[in-house]
């Protein structure tokens, strides 16, 4: 029988679960800036939660719209019905979108974002008369969800390689636009818009009338804040056009602010076809995610049929839950009133000039920052990869009162966007102390 504090009942994600239970980092409340455990100490939040808690931890405002949309409209289902919330937001979040994106899907999460826009990418081919255009391209370091179609696509091998023969058609990976010689730099990288003529080799290998869609992070975030040059991005929108190519934006990580605008497309100048969604939609206070796409892409699927006739065969029975949507709308109205996005774009100077103070320290191999990112990169112990990073972790939430993210041996750091200079500044340190007596 197992007793009332046994931990073996919950499996935990990407977490080393055998020693995670040994030592156990439980948070158990959270407000501002701050988690808390259950001893009630106060642990500066470097990472917002998990790339998603935008507007900081307990905001009143979405708890009360959460509330009130538990009593009133616990659940809707949006087979054959809606709720007025779900389209109010749609109509916020495309209002938010680039010019011509004007079509919003709702699910769950990032991960089912992505597979939805790579999912829809071949029914548009298969709606236009294209259906030999099947083949999905990624990019090295991607990632695009847990899905079979997102780890299919993505580019991290840890998350591939465990799962045997992955979705057909989607072999190929385009080249990181990042190389060595870019080390340090602050920002984005001015190089490396050849790195998208990549896709012509594709295209004459396999040819353009079997490639139905490219998908790329305009920062690589989980894989450790690789920024991409908007140069790049507009060569690789180029190259799409000139075949005939859906172009696909994961921008799960980067919407809502964390580049400073609202997406990272507006940033760039670049738009695609499809953009993916989640994270800061909610603040992290209720899953969500969806995808917004063309009016191109979304009229093909409307014109012709009967009335009667479904005119895409997709969704999830919590997509624009009720409570969800009303947590969308009240974390939309708090980046709006309170001018997250722009304050966001204040700080990233901020943290480029902290975080590269960090060049010199023990074991750092690399420095990235884009918008209200960056990463640390470190020597790997290469006995034991990922070491590093794991302790990381844990001297941070011991010794410095931080909850901290890595991917494998490099640090990511993404505060909410209510951050000051002291938070940072306090980050900062805490990873110096750390690094300088890192074993």
Sequence with gaps: MRQPNDLSAFWLPFTPNRHFKTAPRMLARADGMYYYDESGRALLDSCAGLWCVNAGHGRVQIADAIARSARELDFA????????????????????????????????????????????????????????????????????????????????????????????GTDDHLPLPYDSGMRFTRGEPEDGADYADALEGLVALHGAETIAAVIVEPMAGSAG???????????????????????????????????????????????????????????????????????????????????????????????????????????????????????????????????????????????????????????????APGRHGYEIIRRAFLDENMVVRVSGDTIALSPPLIATQHDIGRMVDGIRNILSTLR
């Excluded at 919330?85 to 109509?91: N, P, R, S, T, V």
């Excluded at 081919?125 to 990019?139: A, D, E, H, N, S």
């Excluded at 804040?225 to 908007?230: D, K, R």
């Excluded at 969806?290 to 999830?316: K, R, T, Y």
């Design 77 to 168: 289902p949006t087979f054959q019905f809606a709720h007025p919330d779900a389209f109010a937001l749609a109509q916020r979040l495309a209002a938010l979108a680039p010019e011509g994106l004007d079509h919003v899907f709702f699910v769950n999460s990032g991960s089912e974002a992505c597979d939805a826009a790579l999912k829809l990418a071949r029914a548009y081919f298969q709606k236009v008369g294209q259906g030999g255009r099947f083949r999905l391209i990624g990019r090295e370091k991607g990632y695009h969800g847990v899905t079979f179609a997102g780890i299919s696509v993505g580019g991290i091998g840890n998350n591939r390689k465990p799962y045997g023969p992955l979705l057909p």
């Design 225 to 383: 804040v690789f920024p991409t040059s908007g140069d790049y991005l507009k060569r690789l929108r180029a190259i799409c056009d000139r075949h005939g190519i859906l172009l696909i934006f994961d921008e799960v990580i980067t919407a809502f602010g964390r580049l400073g605008c609202a997406f990272a497309a507006e940033r760039y100048g670049v738009t695609p076809d499809i953009v993916t969604f989640a994270k800061g939609v909610t603040n992290g206070a209720v899953p969500m995610g969806g995808i917004i796409v063309s009016n191109a892409v979304h009229d093909a699927f409307m014109g012709g049929g009967a009335d009667h006739q479904i005119e895409l065969f997709h969704g999830h029975t919590y997509s624009a839950h009720p409570l969800a949507c009303a947590a969308a709308l009240a974390t939309l109205d708090l980046y709006r009133d309170e001018d997250l996005f722009a304050r966001a774009a204040k700080l990233e100077p901020v943290l480029e000039s902290a975080v590269h103070e960090l060049r010199n320290a023990p074991f750092v191999k690399d420095i990235r920052n884009v918008g209200l990112a960056a990463a640390i990169e470190l020597e790997s112990d290469h006995a």
